[in-house]
């Protein structure tokens, strides 16, 4: 009997060891992000975030995102880098993945990864897309993320443009705003920074940047003020920081905006061309001419203030032109005042599609005109960083000193002077436009031609921009030119990016 259960007992046992050994054992899964509906809805702050993270996960070898700052209300600011030619994509042949650089590096504290910057002689290949800096231009946001769907889920399509350059784009530069815009107040433009000893909120972060900021509108309650010092605000310092990194990478800067329907390049702080005006009339052009194919909505192009019909001073688009020199900048201005800065939602996708097709062309031929454009000898611009001294006690302080305007317009305030009991430092500012305007006026002003088929627009004589641009002209063609008649939307006021 004690033979009979010894048997049964060790059967038992065998039996047991053996059931948990035969047992398959779950493997680790990996982590599945719902995919957000980009095309067809405004998205709220969490679920941009989340599309980013859901790319990144799907197309680890070739798409990454990037942290770059907080907002004031303890929002992450997101950056996407979408880059094709990297050491790291199982897609390129053993040859091209020896010959591409690492996707990333580290950071300083050996946690946080950094868009790697390029150092061989072609390194300028990187294009840099902005938007939601104003808070109520909603249909920005969802273009910006349409630009990341066609270069991810459908970068079948466009190999041959991620084969030549490199993109960052971050969809919303100012959450905090924007999540107010879709709660609160759908009119809201600015950041939500709260400024102390007043009642008012926000500071709009498209004035924020150094140059010619000092210029500005200095009224705390005005829909565009500049902030209390150039980059005081979260926003603008995270960006900053990532164009400051790039900077010897970027090739174009694109800023997008609503409601204007128009694509425009610097100046924005005064009426004067820059020097390489013509290439940039011709990369806004290609992309009106593309969209016009597209679905026939028809783009004005020329430059800021020219098409806004005032001055606008510490923007990012002259900050990346003027300050950084990256050799090509635009903003454009997503349709339209019948529309406002929110689309009904059955738009997005249309709008988002047809500013692709534009943007698509735009960077092809920035990549074209890369070697036309030879910004290193060109003298920088005067006056243009707003001058902020320490005093001996360590403490910054203030002048009333009022900065000239610039040419044409625009405000000009100056900082409230101090007690002359304090010690003070003064902020000065030089003639703003002494060199483009010498640049300028070694030649006279000439009647503009049309751009010849096949040549660049360096190979013209040389000549000055149009000041007034009307219907014709093509994606090559070097500006518009009038048949007696104004463009469709010449009445549209680009209420915008101003």
Same mark, same amino acid.
């Given at each position: 009997?004690?033979?009979?259960?010894?048997?049964?007992?060790?059967?038992?046992?065998?039996?047991?060891?053996?059931?948990?050994?035969?047992?398959?054992?779950?493997?680790?899964?990996?982590?599945?992000?719902?995919?957000?509906?980009?095309?067809?809805?405004?998205?709220?702050?969490?679920?941009?975030?989340?599309?980013?993270?859901?790319?990144?996960?799907?197309?680890?070898?070739?798409?990454?995102?990037?942290?770059?700052?907080?907002?004031?209300?303890?929002?992450?600011?997101?950056?996407?880098?979408? +880059? %094709?030619?990297?050491?790291?994509?199982?897609?390129?042949?053993?040859?091209?993945?020896?010959?591409?650089?690492?996707?990333?590096?580290?950071?300083?504290?050996?946690?946080?990864?950094?868009?790697?910057?390029?150092?061989?002689?072609?390194?300028?290949?990187?294009?840099?897309?902005?938007?939601?800096?104003?808070?109520?231009?909603?249909?920005?946001?969802?273009?910006?993320? +349409?630009?990341?769907?066609?270069?991810?889920?459908?970068?079948?399509?466009?190999?041959?443009?991620? &084969?030549?350059?490199?993109?960052?784009?971050?969809?919303?530069?100012?959450?905090?705003?924007?999540?107010?815009?879709?709660?609160?107040?759908?009119?809201? &433009?600015?950041?939500?920074?709260?400024?102390?000893?007043?009642?008012?909120?926000?500071?709009?972060?498209?004035? +924020?940047?150094?140059?010619? %900021?000092? #210029?500005?509108?200095?009224?705390?309650?005005?829909?565009?003020?500049?902030?209390?010092?150039?980059?005081?605000?979260?926003?603008?310092?995270?960006?900053?920081?990532?164009?400051?990194? =790039?900077?010897?990478? =970027?090739?174009?800067?694109?800023?997008?905006?609503?409601?204007?329907?128009?694509?425009?390049?610097?100046?924005?702080?005064?009426?004067?061309?820059?020097?390489? %005006?013509?290439?940039?009339?011709?990369?806004?052009?290609?992309?009106?001419?593309?969209?016009?194919?597209?679905?026939?909505?028809?783009?004005?192009?020329?430059?800021?203030?020219?098409?806004?019909?005032?001055?606008?001073?510490?923007?990012?688009?002259?900050?990346?032109?003027?300050?950084?020199?990256?050799?090509? $900048?635009?903003?454009?201005?997503?349709?339209?005042?019948?529309?406002?800065?929110?689309?009904?939602?059955?738009?997005? #996708?249309?709008?988002?599609?047809?500013?692709?097709?534009?943007?698509?062309?735009?960077?092809?031929? #920035?990549?074209?005109?890369?070697?036309?454009?030879?910004?290193?000898?060109?003298?920088?611009?005067?006056?243009?960083?707003?001058?902020?001294?320490?005093?001996?006690?360590?403490?910054?302080?203030?002048?009333?000193?009022?900065?000239?305007?610039?040419?044409?317009?625009?405000? $000009?305030?100056?900082?409230?002077?101090?007690?002359?009991?304090?010690?003070?430092?003064?902020?000065?500012?030089?003639?703003?436009?002494?060199?483009?305007?010498?640049?300028?006026?070694?030649?006279?002003?000439?009647?503009?031609?049309?751009?010849?088929?096949?040549?660049?627009?360096?190979?013209?004589?040389?000549?000055?921009?149009?000041? &007034?641009?009307?219907?014709?002209?093509?994606?090559?063609?070097?500006?518009?030119?009038?048949?007696?008649?104004?463009?469709? #939307?010449?009445?549209?006021?680009?209420?915008?990016?101003?």
């Amino acid at each position: 009997m004690l033979g009979t259960k010894s048997v049964r007992t060790i059967t038992k046992q065998t039996t047991t060891k053996s059931q948990s050994r035969d047992t398959p054992i779950t493997p680790l899964r990996r982590v599945i992000i719902p995919r957000p509906d980009i095309l067809h809805t405004y998205l709220e702050y969490k679920h941009i975030n989340q599309y980013m993270e859901y790319l990144s996960n799907r197309y680890p070898h070739f798409v990454h995102m990037y942290t770059l700052g907080h907002t004031h209300e303890k929002r992450e600011i997101r950056a996407l880098e979408i +880059n %094709w030619m990297n050491s790291q994509n199982v897609e390129l042949s053993t040859q091209m993945r020896e010959q591409s650089p690492p996707p990333f590096v580290a950071g300083n504290a050996g946690h946080d990864a950094l868009p790697v910057v390029h150092n061989a002689s072609h390194s300028r290949n990187t294009v840099f897309i902005e938007a939601g800096t104003h808070a109520r231009e909603w249909i920005s946001i969802s273009t910006a993320l +349409n630009c990341i769907y066609q270069l991810t889920e459908r970068y079948t399509r466009n190999i041959d443009v991620l &084969r030549k350059l490199r993109f960052i784009i971050v969809p919303l530069v100012n959450p905090d705003g924007y999540e107010y815009s879709r709660t609160k107040n759908p009119n809201w &433009r600015k950041n939500r920074r709260t400024h102390k000893s007043t009642k008012f909120v926000g500071t709009d972060c498209n004035r +924020n940047y150094d140059i010619f %900021w000092a #210029s500005g509108a200095g009224k705390i309650n005005r829909n565009t003020y500049k902030g209390d010092r150039p980059f005081s605000e979260l926003e603008t310092r995270a960006m900053r920081n990532i164009l400051d990194r =790039l900077s010897p990478n =970027l090739l174009f800067f694109l800023s997008l905006h609503s409601y204007g329907q128009s694509i425009m390049y610097p100046w924005g702080y005064c009426r004067d061309a820059p020097q390489y %005006w013509r290439e940039l009339s011709s990369l806004a052009n290609s992309g009106r001419s593309a969209i016009k194919s597209y679905n026939g909505r028809e783009y004005r192009t020329g430059s800021i203030s020219c098409l806004t019909k005032r001055t606008i001073a510490g923007s990012v688009v002259d900050y990346v032109y003027g300050v950084l020199r990256v050799p090509m $900048a635009l903003v454009m201005e997503l349709p339209s005042r019948e529309l406002g800065f929110q689309p009904p939602v059955e738009m997005i #996708s249309q709008i988002g599609h047809e500013s692709w097709y534009g943007i698509r062309e735009m960077c092809k031929r #920035s990549y074209d005109l890369r070697t036309q454009i030879n910004r290193d000898n060109e003298p920088p611009l005067q006056g243009a960083h707003y001058v902020l001294e320490v005093s001996n006690e360590g403490s910054m302080t203030t002048t009333n000193e009022k900065p000239p305007a610039p040419d044409g317009g625009g405000d $000009a305030t100056g900082a409230k002077s101090t007690p002359k009991k304090k010690k003070r430092v003064k902020r000065t500012m030089r003639a703003q436009h002494e060199t483009i305007l010498r640049l300028q006026s070694s030649k006279p002003a000439t009647k503009p031609k049309s751009l010849p088929a096949g040549l660049f627009p360096r190979q013209i004589p040389n000549s000055a921009p149009p000041s &007034r641009l009307g219907r014709g002209g093509g994606g090559d063609g070097l500006l518009l030119t009038t048949n007696g008649k104004p463009p469709i #939307s010449s009445t549209m006021p680009l209420g915008v990016f101003l």
